[in-house]
């Protein structure tokens, strides 16, 4: 059983490499902003909760993701191990954590600044289908719009240089303890994110020990 915990800021690709990991390990990737996601689409109390926190560019509480964590840990359905993203959220958390969870390894994807705000300031959603796009790395066949429903591309209601730089500081004001606690316990795998994304999950593998990626069928 594998169990490791991903960090990095917004942009970094930490959804996507943990998916890849988890698809090939048969492993769990829980992430609590894709939980958070959902009770937002499908407009639950908690997710108006949600909505008004992330439109002021702020950070959902430790204790609202503690709370989702533990509910989705308790199903108990990770029986190869898991990857989790958005979660310790403080020092406090990751002691427990690492008492209750026995981690094999943290990964921390590091992305400079800089390079956030160019990858996220380029983020379009399509607002009738919800499809992601990245004016950088995945561009629309027509402009400004979908290429699955022809819906309009819009920018995220959170993504903006305001919203985006305290939500930086924020990140960094809570993370960085915590991953300093984990570096004091050796836990900590650190990779280059501004490379793509084979190559990323290339090297995250190379410094675990892991198996490489499996080659997709044609």
Not at 7 to 27: C, E, N, P
Request: charged share 30%.
């Amino acid at each position: 059983m594998r169990k490791y915990v991903i960090f990095g800021v917004q942009g970094s690709g930490k959804g996507t490499q943990a998916k890849l990991l988890s698809r090939d390990l048969d492993l769990v990737h829980i992430s609590v902003g894709d939980i958070f996601r959902w009770h937002v689409q499908n407009h639950t109390k908690l997710g108006a909760q949600v909505r008004r926190i992330m439109a002021a560019g702020e950070l959902v509480g430790d204790d609202l993701a503690e709370g989702v964590v533990r509910e989705r840990l308790d199903l108990h359905d990770w029986n190869y191990g898991f990857v989790i993203d958005g979660f310790p959220r403080n020092a406090r958390q990751a002691e427990f954590f690492l008492e209750s969870y026995d981690i094999d390894s943290v990964i921390h994807l590091d992305l400079p600044d800089g390079e956030v705000r160019r990858r996220v300031l380029a983020r379009r959603l399509c607002a009738r289908c919800g499809m992601d796009y990245n004016l950088i790395a995945h561009r629309p066949e027509e402009e400004g719009r979908c290429d699955v429903c022809g819906g309009e591309l819009v920018a995220r209601e959170d993504d903006t240089e305001e919203a985006l730089a305290e939500r930086l500081r924020i990140y960094h004001e809570k993370t960085d303890p915590v991953l300093a606690l984990f570096r004091r316990k050796e836990f900590v795998v650190s990779v280059d994110a501004r490379a793509d994304i084979g190559t990323v999950q290339k090297n995250l593998r190379e410094r675990l020990a892991l198996p490489a990626p499996r080659v997709s069928e044609p």
